[in-house]
């Protein structure tokens, strides 16, 4: 108790005690000075119905879509490719690929807002191309494709991370298994496929879990770098209950978005973990 | 120096009972060995003597004092680890002198008892080394001299020898039992080497199944040991054992001894020796020899089905497979275990 | 951390070999391409930059670092960035090592439930826990304060650490535990002569990895510090944008500056950050 004591002390204080919180506030309706009025569930349902909420939680779908099916596989692959040695400088090019991930959102999101914005890089580069110097970027106007410029970005900036988790999951690999599928003559292909793929389920698994926890919780950079707009057309979860509690001082109903976010993230992790180590144990 | 006596010592993890009823006296300066199968309990006894386990009933003490509640580091034991538990951050002198510091000891007697320990143990140049640059034998050195330098009343050897090869093991049992010659300490030490067990000890206790099975010399239990689980398991090739009825009555015959129906016979590999296949006790068909130079191992199956083996002169046997063989042997070197594998002769 | 790759060669399939360089070289390209363009329009003058954005700069300049360093009032951000920084990973690191220590080796039920209790944290982090915070530092009138900055920065990243550390201290061996035992030493000297100096890989990495954590976070800063002296480098850019459209070139040398430490941190400590992330990922 003495050792564990002063840890557990900071770590309930300062997050069991505000999710509590916000859990109480939540069925209130309170502006920040005088008392709450409880409200009961209007907070929850007021945001079920609210559109923005459902276009935010599409957009993290879409988060979620890019890890699963490009930072996910394309990290694995670059992996691959450096563990297996199949290029020169393998070091060189883990840590250039690996360098995005310790920048800063702020940083990684004013840069792209730059890239992206009307008359940015992007549109300055398209405009050269096709002789038209005034050429303008709108991405940013279309409801549905606000939210693509971020779906680069985060390809750009985080498939190191799953390159370094499969990297050291590879290195785990007992070297002689490689060089005995070798001299049973497979090729690079079958070495792939048929014995390293294989082994790597569980990890595939634990980084989709991974990315989806990410994706609930991370909202800065896409905050410095679109503010969620135009409108709320690139807005996501976290967004949303970021401008629902301080752009109009409605703690009650920021409040319960966000324990929407704690408990789904919470819920969701709880029980992929579940269904994954179910997954794991059968193969 | 001290003596050690447990007395009706048990231990339990939760409801699960490893250790029962142990009752065991050492007397002072006596090396004792407990042997047996991997399981059995051997760490987990010589740990609760060390303080590092609780134990659930009974009462242990050194040299006369009842140690239940004395913390490990006051009941006058040093212990030597299995994997030596160095401490890798420190250098080897460090590692020596770790205990005298706890304990307050002032810098030259600190100084001094390092050195004597590394002295003795030819570990002099290694002091200001870090365990990872050292042999497994100059570590194994090492764990024993942090123990010399506390010289404590009884030191614990967790089968220090284990991680060592043949030659190594060799050498290093012949500098422990000169360790003992000289310091004259009692000492405790586990293995489940039963050569190690036969050359070092004055006792030897056997383990099985959280059970002390039998306590004595090394030539006690290898000449009478008190049940068929000892008999086993002291002396290799192990004990040959014969419990089938047609075998039983002749063997009673030959050797003129009474015979129950439930005995069963044991005879060692060394005590069988060729005979004619008329006047034989106990004859089969060879299977394998084995030859180590000194002697052979002539591997048999007997008509009941039996197999066993039978220590020989070298190259006494120049037989095919398959050939019947027959073997007698003294009666006295006959050792008869009752139904529930008592000795009862 | 042993890191063995086999060396020895497969047949490689064209397609599988033309695959491998494209996607690998290509990656590699889109990912230095922005960084480049960054550093070199820093470089640039305005009056370049109005011309064309993506042209590298004729004359190199360096109006736009010591526009950005004075204008930015980078070195208070910088101060108060180190402040907490340092500050919270000297916390971190005291309180999670014991914990872990307790943790992995002072087994009882009592400590595999606070264990499980602290793993929730690893679900939870400031950015998505903001609003509550938010709200019981104004109740509290911690807001506004360098200690309602601390606090939460300790709380969020102790439960990665003490993981970290648990993992690390688990794999120390018992025997050298009840080595020390005998020896005479208690739970207190274990922990000072045995586990601290055995955990020094760990600790490296638990403080490289919080360092870097506290050094990039924004939003915390950023909602509770309406006074600008206690801000922090990352607030501190992200206003100067605001504050100054369009001035690409004086923005981009703030973005390098900022970047600078983790640049630092990088070169020298790449296997520690590389082994955090890869252990954060694991911990489900
Ligand atoms: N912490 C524990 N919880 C439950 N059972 C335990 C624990 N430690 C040991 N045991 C059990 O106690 C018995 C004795 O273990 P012990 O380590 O003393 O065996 P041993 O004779 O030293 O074996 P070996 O030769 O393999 O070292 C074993 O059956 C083991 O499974
Ligand atoms: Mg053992």
Redesign the interface.
Same mark, same amino acid.
């Given at each position: 108790m003495l050792l564990t004591g002063p840890a557990l002390f900071v770590y309930a204080l300062v997050i069991v005690l505000p999710v509590l919180y916000s859990l109480v506030l939540s069925f209130t309706e309170w502006s920040g000075v005088g008392w709450p009025r409880f409200v009961g569930f209007e907070n929850y349902s007021r945001m079920l119905s609210d559109p923005v909420f459902w276009h935010s939680l599409r957009n993290n779908a879409l988060i979620v879509l890019v890890s699963l099916i490009g930072q996910i596989p394309l990290g694995f692959f670059l992996a691959y490719i450096l563990y297996r040695r199949l290029v020169r400088l393998p070091a060189f090019f883990e840590a250039v690929i690996f360098f995005p991930t310790l920048l800063s959102p702020v940083v990684v999101g004013l840069l792209f807002a730059v890239v992206f914005a009307p008359v940015g890089l992007i549109a300055d580069l398209i405009g050269k191309i096709q002789g038209l110097p005034l050429f303008e970027l709108l991405i940013f106007n279309s409801k549905s494709m606000a939210i693509v410029p971020y779906l680069i970005v985060i390809l750009w900036m985080y498939t190191g991370i799953y390159m370094i988790i499969f990297l050291a999951n590879l290195q785990k690999i007992q070297s002689e298994t490689i060089e005995a599928a070798v001299l049973d003559g497979a090729s690079e292909w079958g070495i792939l496929i048929k014995i390293v793929m294989p082994g790597q389920i569980p990890v595939f698994l634990t980084t989709s879990i991974y990315a989806i926890a990410g994706s609930l919780k991370g909202f800065e950079l896409l905050w410095v770098m679109t503010e969620g707009g135009p409108s709320y057309y690139s807005s996501v979860l976290g967004l949303y209950m970021i401008e629902s509690t301080f752009s109009y001082y409605k703690y009650g109903f920021g409040s319960a978005v966000a324990i929407m976010l704690i408990l789904l993230s919470v819920v969701v992790i709880v029980v992929l973990t579940q269904v994954a180590e179910r997954l794991a144990r059968e193969t | 120096m001290a003596s050690l006596k447990l007395r009706n010592v048990a231990k339990s993890y939760g409801t699960v009972q490893v250790m029962s009823g142990i009752n065991l006296s050492i007397g002072d300066g006596k090396l004792v060995v407990f042997v047996g199968p991997s399981g059995c309990g051997k760490s987990t006894l010589l $740990?609760m003597i060390?303080?590092?386990e609780e134990i659930t009933s009974g009462t242990i003490s050194i040299g006369g004092e009842v140690v239940n509640d004395v913390?490990? #580091?006051?009941r006058g034991? *040093?212990?030597v680890?299995? #994997?030596y *538990?160095?401490?890798?951050?420190?250098t080897v002198y460090n590692n020596m002198a770790? *205990?005298l510091r706890? *304990?307050g000891s002032a810098q030259d007697e600190i100084d001094r008892r390092v050195r004597a320990a590394a002295e003795s143990l030819q570990i002099k140049d290694l002091l200001n080394r870090h365990p990872r640059q050292l042999s497994g034998g100059q570590r194994q050195r090492v764990a024993i001299g $942090?123990a010399i330098v $506390?010289e404590p009343e009884v030191f614990l050897f967790d089968e220090p020898l284990s991680n060592l090869d043949a030659a190594l093991r060799a050498q290093t049992r012949v500098e422990i039992a000169e360790l003992h010659a000289r310091l004259n300490t009692t000492m405790i030490y586990v293995t489940h080497d039963q050569v190690e067990a036969l050359t070092l000890a004055d006792n030897i206790v056997v383990l099985n199944n959280g059970r002390v099975e039998q306590v004595g010399t090394p030539m006690e239990l290898y000449h009478c040991p008190a049940n068929k689980f000892v008999a086993g398991f002291i002396g290799s090739p192990q004990m040959n054992f014969f419990s089938d009825e047609a075998e039983l009555n002749r063997l009673a015959s030959v050797l003129r001894i009474e015979l129950e129906e439930t005995s069963t016979l044991g005879v060692r590999p060394e005590h069988l020796f060729l005979c004619d296949a008329g006047k034989s006790f106990v004859s089969g068909a060879l299977r394998i020899v084995e030859q180590f130079g000194e002697y052979d191992l002539a591997y048999l199956t007997s008509k009941g089905g039996v197999d066993f083996i039978a220590k020989v002169p070298p190259e006494s046997i120049r037989g095919e497979r398959g050939q019947i063989l027959g073997f007698t042997a003294v009666s006295e070197h006959v050792h008869v275990f009752n139904e529930v594998g008592l000795r009862a002769r | 951390m042993s890191r063995q790759s086999p060396s020895v060669r497969a047949i490689v399939p064209w397609p599988f070999r033309i695959a491998a360089w494209v996607i690998l070289f290509g990656f590699t390209v889109f990912t230095i391409c922005p960084l480049v363009w960054v550093l070199y329009t820093s470089f640039k003058s305005q009056s370049e930059i109005m011309r064309s954005l993506i042209a590298p700069p004729l004359v190199w300049t360096l109006d736009n670092y010591r526009n950005a360093w004075e204008l930015g009032e980078f070195s208070g951000l910088f101060f108060n960035s180190f402040l907490y920084s340092t500050v919270t990973t000297v916390i971190v690191i005291l309180l999670s090592v014991s914990a872990g220590f307790a943790f992995a080796k002072i087994p009882s039920r009592k400590t595999r439930l606070w264990y499980s209790f602290f793993l929730v944290g690893l679900l939870i982090t400031i950015s998505s826990s903001i609003v509550p915070i938010f709200v019981a530092e104004t109740w509290l009138g911690l807001d506004n304060t360098r200690l309602g900055i601390l606090i939460p920065y300790v709380a969020f990243n102790i439960s990665f650490a003490v993981y970290l550390a648990v993992a690390y201290i688990r794999g120390i061996h018992d025997e050298i535990i009840e080595a020390a035992k005998l020896d005479g030493a208690n739970y207190l000297g274990i922990y000072r002569q045995i586990i601290l100096p055995m955990a020094r890989p760990i600790i490296t990495t638990i403080a490289i990895f919080t360092f870097h954590a506290c050094w990039i976070e924004y939003v915390l800063v950023y909602m509770i510090s309406s006074d600008s002296s206690i801000r922090t480098v990352q607030v501190g850019v992200s206003l100067l944008n605001g504050r100054l459209a369009f001035n690409y070139g004086f923005l981009f040398a703030a973005i390098v500056i900022a970047t600078l430490p983790l640049f630092i941190l990088f070169v020298f400590f790449r296997r520690h950050l590389q082994a955090g992330f890869s252990m954060g990922s694991m911990k489900g």
């Open positions: - | $740990r060390a303080g590092l913390i490990p #580091s006051q034991v *040093a212990m680890f299995q #994997s *538990a160095l401490y890798p951050h420190m770790f *205990a706890q *304990a $942090r $506390r | -």
